[in-house]
């Protein structure tokens, strides 16, 4: 039976951040704790299977549905998810959209069964502060990044060393239990803004973001103690103890429905890649996928694909163009690719099941951009990683996974890649790159045993980790306790 607790959910919607809340939802309310949580109706439908099995086997899982004013704000009709968008030079107004949320979610407040007892909400949505203060509950960030993150961002807002930096100057980050190297072109954006002609006002909106920020009750983060053990202790240290690591949410994700559908509907290509891994050898097939939103210049895209197929090694490769994927195809059909490598390539167009891929035994390793929920679900997996970090905070998930976790190698990214620069590189790694990176990870000598005993190892902590006795499940405990408590004091107060 749910108890009195009541925890409103508000992601941002874009995959990479409602995929990994809708798995907080359904983890939340595994301790009888009603969750609703808000959405759209496109988005509904696109996670609603998902929701709907969860609140079927009978979860606290609600379901608060608000229209998406997209051409209000500039936006194509049906523009309701980030990875929607035509170009990323909108990412404001799709911000701006979500902001008219506000008025109509304090319109329905106190009609919410129980009245809400916090605001669990994605960091970039700062008006969310404004609606908890009004209603005096607690608002809990969901920071869809690791602590080594955290970390080092707090790091660098304290010690700005970076300001005096050129691009490719490198600096050691500031305060970390380990030493770790790079250049400002690697930094994340609020460090590195780039000079696309969205940059300050990009700029202006994180900056915004990371002030709210510091004001949140606490920080959920989709991590377990495991697997960056200092970084996160370190991190606790800086939030006065109230940062709750209850990942890894992936492996909430049981049963294989639940992981073919996660993000999106099952596609066909899917079950096709799926029976294809079923006639692989253990441990042999490359899978590559940089994540959501990142496109690649056609060049760019070339050169991966032709990286993969000099390497020799089987692979799957996702496709997503956006607005280039016209070029793409073109290549693709005149340099006959997809003819030469049948049978030990396949490609997915559009969105593929990558958990359910990553979890089939065929995998052998992950090439991926190191989006954090990509690189945790390589951690889940147990598969060493090729690491070819894009944009965001996406290199210091690199060196995370090459450097402190050792299960990775990286390909040679010099430079993150701003989403909203249509002028970016067409080239920045060769597929001489790509291939080397292939073989060392697959490499069959003592390195490449060492790094998949060390995935191995992290894959066994993953799946203790949110086990009835695991620390993410006591962390989880402990975050619901403490919500528990100040609901009831406000009570006595009130
Ligand atoms: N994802 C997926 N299929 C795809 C592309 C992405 O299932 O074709 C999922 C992936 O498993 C992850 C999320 O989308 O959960 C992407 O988040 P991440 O943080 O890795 O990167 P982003 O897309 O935000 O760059």
Known sequence: MASNLHFLIIPLMCPGHLIPMVDMAKLIAQHSVTVTVVITPGNAKRYGAVLHRAIASGLPVKLLQLQFPASDHGLPDGCESVDDLPTFNLTKNFFDALATFQKPLEHVFNNLEPIPS??????????????????????????????????????????????????????????????????????????????????????????????????????????????????????RKVKQGRVWCIGPFSNSNKNDLD????????????????TWLDSQRNRSVIYACLGSLTRLTPLQFIELALGLEDSQFAFILVVKGGSRTEE???????????????????LIRGWASQVLILSHPAVGAFLTHCGWNSTIEGVCAGVPMIAWPQFAEQFFNERLVVQVLGTGVGV???????????????????????????????DEGREGEERREKAKYLKQMAAKTLEEEGSSQLNLKLFIEEIRLHTHKGQLVG
């Open 328 to 346: 793409i195809e073109q290549w693709l059909g005149e340099n006959g690719f997809e003819s030469r490598v049948k049978g030990r390539g396949v």
């Open 259 to 274: 992981k073919a559908q996660r993000g999106s509907k099952d596609s066909i290509n899917n079950h096709e890649c799926m």
């Open 118 to 235: 916090c605001i669990i909400s994605d960091k970039h949505l700062t008006w969310t502060a404004e609606v908890a203060n009004k209603f005096r509950i607690p608002w809990v960030i969901f920071d869809g990044m690791s602590c080594f993150t955290q970390l080092a961002t707090h790091n660098l807002c304290v010690s700005k060393i970076h300001e005096k930096l050129s691009d490719f100057d490198t600096l050691i980050l500031p305060g970390l239990p380990d030493k770790i190297s790079m250049t400002k072109a690697q930094l994340p954006g609020l460090f590195n803004p780039g000079s696309s002609a969205k940059a300050k006002e990009m700029l202006s909106i994180r900056e915004r973001i990371r002030e709210a920020e510091l004001e949140a009750y606490g920080t959920l983060i989709n991590s377990f103690d495991a697997l960056e053990t200092r970084y996160i202790d370190q991190f």
């Open 412 to 442: 040679g990214a010099q430079r993150v890649m701003h989403l909203d620069d249509d002028n970016r590189d067409a080239i920045q790694v060769k597929r001489g790159d790509v291939c080397k990176a292939v073989k060392m990870v697959m």
